[in-house]
């Protein structure tokens, strides 16, 4: 599938901004049939976005990375997604062999080589067969983020980025969990506000920014994934 020209995604994204998530997916599936997947991350907006796919049985695939350093509590909440909806998740690991156990951990000796090699690379390979991926990124998350379109030209993986919550706020977020049931990770309850692997998260404390518990201590703050392209965050 060739890459959709600048002024066919700058008109989509004008044509979408302010539409409801559904209208949007449904917009970006039909352009891109059959080449479009949800990254889901468990947080509230990927999980109202999983919400959504599947109530509207839009096609989109989903898709884990699964570093094998996920929270008990999320792996749970990957199973109780896929029963209640009745999807299966695609889950998308890292090839590097199993860690020497006598060495300290990847994420304390090299915290952003650890991010490239399970998280990153998995990604790009993923995505390399991918016209489309859909993301949960929302303009008030980071000022990184403040400008995201819902469609938008990836220039980082070569990919166009779908951002179907990105006018969305926190509050809407939540307002749709609670209006649809949908299940979340029983660690928000516990000041996990956005939540990655279990080394590297801790809770937020009350008037921090919310994805401060992410790396606490270090100057990393992003995985990496949605970096702008030339090395910019
Ligand atoms: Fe490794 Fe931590 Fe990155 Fe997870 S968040 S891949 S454990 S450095």
């Not at 919400?51 to 792996?75: M, S």
């Not at 995201?148 to 779908?162: N, P, S, T, Y």
């Not at 506000?193 to 404390?205: E, Y």
């Not at 992410?214 to 030339?230: A, D, I, V």
Request: net charge neutral; with cysteine.
């Amino acid at each position: 599938m060739s890459a959709p020209a600048r002024e066919e995604l700058a008109a989509l994204a004008a044509a979408l901004e302010g539409k409801p998530p559904a209208e949007i997916l449904a917009a970006a599936a039909a352009r891109f049939p059959g080449a479009i997947a949800l990254a889901c991350s468990f947080g509230p907006e990927d999980v109202v976005l999983v919400d959504v796919i599947a109530r509207a049985r839009l096609g989109v695939e989903i898709f884990t990375l699964d570093t094998g350093f996920l929270f008990p509590e999320t792996y749970a909440l990957w199973a109780r997604l896929e029963e209640r909806y009745g999807v299966k998740f695609r889950a998308v690991r890292t090839d590097l062999p199993a860690e020497d156990p006598t060495l300290p951990p990847p994420w304390q000796r090299d915290p952003d080589a650890c991010c490239d090699a399970r998280k990153v690379v998995p990604l790009r390979r993923t995505l390399a067969g991918l016209a489309a991926w859909v993301t949960g990124i929302r303009r008030d998350q980071t000022p990184d983020r403040a400008n995201a379109k819902v469609i938008e030209w990836d220039g980082r993986f070569g990919l166009v980025k779908v951002n179907p919550l990105a006018a969305w706020t926190s509050d809407a977020v939540w307002a749709h969990v609670r209006a649809h049931d949908v299940p979340t990770n029983p660690l928000h309850a516990q000041g996990y506000l956005s939540i990655g692997c279990a080394p590297c998260t801790t809770p937020v404390r009350p008037g921090e920014d919310p994805r401060s518990g992410r790396w606490r201590g270090r100057e990393k703050t992003e995985c990496g994934l949605h970096l702008k392209p030339g090395g910019g965050a």
